[in-house]
């Protein structure tokens, strides 16, 4: 079984630049989950879709972030602009029913970000 | 606020001998834990989890030890081995209402290196 695939695997680019990560789940899998892992902290949950609907986007800066998942399977995060701060690994995870605490959810190697 | 805490950020152990990670949390609403192991350049990855109905949860060598009163989970890695040097993120989750989306709060990490 394939596991959850991220694009591209690393980033760098100048503040003020606008980037869009990918994310493709589990096959199967209703939800989808973005993290954000800042260098020395754990990962912090930016948005959670269940299937195509947002479920959960209380942590995403909207002023700058923002994230789709169209027809339900693959999803995209873009940050435009980007700023310094948001230099990190976005995780990706899906979970295969309905996004309770108890689904497992499986992680993507991530895509690690550079803004200079 | 830092809501989950693993206060030792890294702990060095001998092969054989028995690994003991922490984790911290104030947010008593939180009635489900879990640990996830990361590898350098992977996304973490499940690894062993307990319910606020339950003291302890055994997997193989991997043993997790809930103290609801204060507020205090570890995980017990008996024996150690090599291939267990990691990352460890502890996470926790809590229902709303009667239902739970899945949403994990994690710990900062604590990166475990086991010495043959």
């Known amino acids: 079984e394939a596991g959850v695939a991220q694009s591209p695997r690393y980033k760098i680019i100048e503040k003020r630049q606008s980037v869009a990560f990918w994310c493709n789940p589990i096959?199967?899998?209703?939800?989808l989950y973005w993290y954000q892992q800042i260098l020395g902290q754990g990962p912090k949950l930016l948005i959670q879709?269940?299937?195509?609907?947002?479920?959960?986007d209380s942590q995403l800066p909207k002023d700058r972030f923002s994230a789709e998942r169209l027809k339900g399977v693959d999803s995209t995060l873009k940050i435009q602009p980007a700023k310094l701060e948001d230099s990190a690994v976005y995780l990706c995870?899906?979970?295969?029913?309905?996004?309770?605490?108890?689904?497992?959810?499986?992680f993507g190697p991530g895509t690690r970000l550079t803004v200079l | 606020d830092q809501q989950v805490k693993q206060n030792s950020p890294s702990l060095s152990v001998q092969e054989g001998r028995i690994s003991i990670l922490n984790c911290d949390y104030t947010?008593?609403?939180?009635?489900?834990f879990l640990w996830y192991k990361k590898y350098p350049a992977e996304g973490p990855t499940f690894l062993i989890s307990?319910?606020?109905?339950?003291d302890k949860n055994e997997d193989g060598r991997f043993t997790v030890f809930l103290n609801k009163s204060a507020k205090h989970l570890s995980l017990h890695i008996v024996p150690s081995q090599p291939g267990d040097s990691a990352v460890y993120f502890c996470?926790?989750?809590?229902?709303?209402?009667?239902?739970?989306?899945?949403?994990?709060?994690f710990g900062q990490g604590t990166i475990l290196t086991v010495h043959p």
């Open positions: 995870a899906s979970s295969v029913t309905s996004g309770r605490a108890t689904d497992t959810q499986y």
């Open positions: 096959s199967g899998h209703a939800t």
């Open positions: 879709f269940q299937n195509n609907g947002v479920v959960d």
């Open positions: 947010n008593s609403m939180f009635d489900y």
């Open positions: 307990i319910s606020s109905i339950k």
């Open positions: 996470a926790a989750s809590a229902h709303d209402g009667g239902t739970s989306y899945g949403k994990l709060t």
